[in-house]
């Protein structure tokens, strides 16, 4: 990315974090529900503490931070910078209020905007780092969207993000398959363009013959499986699922427990889900969401089918156009494909799980330094996601992309594609 538009894609996506913030009210943005949810505040500072730590402080010498405590508080994971307030007690603290928060935000982007305006000759290396905080701002826009999600459903209120009207109840068009050849491909990032660095070497897999849906399961398709008792049927979990929908039910109503899918709720007949346009009758025709990999496992042996790896999603994705329900189309929800549309839905409504273990490509070596924490030492008891969300960023997806969580993760916006 070259200088002048590394310029505007900073103001961007600073902007575009604020923005989200200014739908909420201060009360919204300090609480922590669970704790894979952090409050908003939090990701606020946190990634601003990301330009100060891995930019400012070594590429502008004059920088002098607001608080020196902030390093302690708004460090995520970084063993290398030092010691982590306890992820799970963010929500804990009632100080730095939120308007701190906003006046550190203001300090360092007043300071980053003089290294923007005065770089130094040598720019290449602040460039570099500038445009990983980029993305990992917007991946924590990503995060701040579901995880205020999650602190609203907790709360019997069922506030809303905002107020979309929900779209009239659709159709959508019957399944069908794509059929790959067997043989040898390349997956992989190459060429130009930002890529994060577990997206690379660039390799070769072989594949056998396999098919794809040629679109994502939906909410129908998913009640059904609720239907035929599928969470209380054995054969088709996991042995680790099966033992985490078992825990898991004995916690009784809320949108943590497992009787049925996150979110969902059954009253009289009808079913219903909560999203961030508060609580809505569920659209059949609608993708599935909020499932864990368990659940999209369990689901995809029910259906006689099984979940992709991300080799075979990829080869799949490689002709597609990166083209979708995005953030940017302001739904923040998964919506059904037409029945007269040609779209495979690959790109957006929901990060798709595939069946391959999060661990690292061949010749994969993670960078010296702090910056080498981001992707590989998370390489374990993971599984990778693929394709973005409806609250992912269009600018930030790409057919490479590896999203990754645990195999019981299901508060993120994820989903179902089958495979046979």
């Known amino acids: 990315m070259d200088y002048a538009n590394l310029r505007d894609a900073y103001l961007a996506v600073r902007r575009q974090s604020e923005a989200i913030v200014a739908q909420l009210e201060p009360e919204d943005c300090v609480v922590q529900s669970m704790p894979d949810v952090s409050p908003t505040r939090w990701h606020l500072a946190h990634v601003t503490w990301f330009f100060e730590t891995f930019v400012l402080k070594p590429f502008l010498p004059s920088y002098e931070s607001t608080h020196p405590a902030f390093e302690y508080l708004f460090n995520s994971y970084y063993n290398t910078v030092g010691r982590q307030f306890p992820r799970a007690q963010r929500g804990l603290l009632s100080r730095p209020t939120v308007a701190d928060v906003l006046d550190y935000r203001r300090h360092v982007d007043q300071h980053m905007q003089r290294l923007l305006e005065d770089p130094p000759h040598d720019f290449a290396e602040p460039a570099r780092v500038i445009e990983i905080g980029l993305n990992h701002e917007q991946q924590h826009q990503e995060l701040m969207l579901t995880d205020i999600k999650h602190v609203f459903s907790c709360n019997p209120l069922y506030p809303a993000f905002q107020n979309r009207a929900a779209s009239e109840s659709s159709t959508t068009r019957q399944l069908g398959w794509q059929r790959f050849d067997e043989g040898l491909y390349e997956i992989g990032k190459a060429g130009d363009g930002f890529a994060f660095d577990n997206e690379s070497p660039r390799h070769r897999v072989f594949v056998e013959s396999f098919e794809l849906a040629d679109r994502l399961v939906t909410c129908g398709e998913f009640r059904k499986f609720i239907e035929d008792d599928g969470y209380q049927r054995s054969e088709f979990w996991l042995s680790a699922g099966w033992a985490t929908v078992q825990e898991n039910q004995a916690l009784g109503p809320g949108p943590d427990a497992w009787p049925y899918a996150m979110y969902w709720q059954q009253r009289d007949e009808d079913w219903y889900h909560f999203t961030l346009n508060g609580m809505r009758p569920i659209d059949p025709a609608e993708p599935m969401c909020h499932v864990s990999y368990f659940e999209a496992d369990a689901y995809a042996r029910w259906a006689g089918a099984r979940l992709p790896t991300e080799a075979e999603w990829e080869i799949a994705a490689a002709d597609q156009s990166l083209t979708g329900n995005f953030i940017e189309s302001g739904a923040l929800h998964p919506l059904p494909v037409a029945q007269d549309s040609n779209s495979r839905q690959t790109f957006g409504d929901v990060w798709e799980w595939t069946a391959s273990q999060y661990t690292a490509y061949p010749g994969y070596a993670a960078a010296d330094g702090a910056l080498g924490e981001y992707n590989g030492k998370f390489m374990c008891n993971q599984f ?36 046979k």
Request: hydrophobic share 35%; net charge positive.
């Open 384 to 419: 990778v996601l693929r394709g973005g969300s409806c609250v992912t960023p269009a600018s930030h997806i790409r057919s490479t992309y590896r999203n990754f969580f645990p195999p019981s993760a299901r508060w993120q916006f994820s989903g179902i594609r089958l495979a």
